[in-house]
């Protein structure tokens, strides 16, 4: 009974004001649903959410990394690993059928919801129209852990079919480690090249690792 007071007050929160003005620690809690022993569910997410640093820490924690927490078995750790893989599905949808305008922290987020994870190199594009709306995202090339080869045409062919202005380059580095390599910064100098000829714009690449990222447009690279 105690828990189910306790979350009470973020179901009320949720219900009148919105899921947004709810604390990370408050809405893990409503996940998780049930403590431990001797441990609210609140204690809990609080201790989970410190412990890795973030929620994002937390959602992207492997099974071996819980081995010495109390309270987090394979059941909650195949709840969290939902909870992620539900947010990731949504933002690969919300994308597209909302036409959303993109802003860099929006891009930001969504590309790291989509690549953090993956265990192979992946080459993905952002198709927008003048106005920066998405018209399509493509995960266009998949290498190997190290490697993803590239093809500057390819990308421009795909933005023709859509009549897009711009494109949003991305990749990901299964190392963890976001810093762009040289060649890297050769494709994107090929991929801007080629876009130049059919006047479509190259906005940013974003190299993403884990926990970390790499904007070419943040440091003027573009």
């Known amino acids: 009974m105690e828990e189910e007071d306790e979350l009470l007050l973020p179901r009320e929160k949720l219900l009148r004001n919105g899921v947004t003005p709810l604390t990370d620690d408050e809405l893990l809690a409503l996940f998780l649903r ?23 820490g937390l959602l992207t924690a492997d099974l071996a990394q819980f081995k010495h927490i109390g309270g987090i078995g394979v059941a909650k750790y195949a709840q969290l690993r939902a909870i992620a893989e539900l947010a990731r599905r949504f933002n690969n949808v919300r994308l597209e059928k909302e036409a959303l305008i993109l802003t860099p922290a929006m891009t930001r987020e969504y590309l790291q919801s989509q690549l953090t994870d993956i265990e192979r190199e992946i080459f993905m594009v952002i198709f927008v129209d003048n106005r920066n709306r998405v018209l399509k995202h493509s995960c266009l090339f998949a290498g190997t852990l190290s490697h993803v080869e590239v093809h500057p045409r390819e990308i421009v062919r795909e933005a023709i079919k859509v009549n897009a202005a711009g494109v949003i380059l991305a990749h990901n580095h299964p190392s963890g480690c976001a810093e762009p390599s040289r060649a890297d910064k050769e494709i994107t100098e090929r991929i801007i090249k080629c876009c130049q000829f059919m006047d479509i714009r ?10 970390e990222y790499i904007s070419f447009a943040e440091h003027g690279w573009i």
């Open 34 to 56: 049930t403590g431990t022993p001797g441990k609210t569910v609140f204690t809990l997410a609080k201790e989970l959410i410190a412990h890795f640093g973030s929620l994002y």
């Open 202 to 211: 190259v906005l940013d690449h974003l190299i993403i690792g884990r926990g």
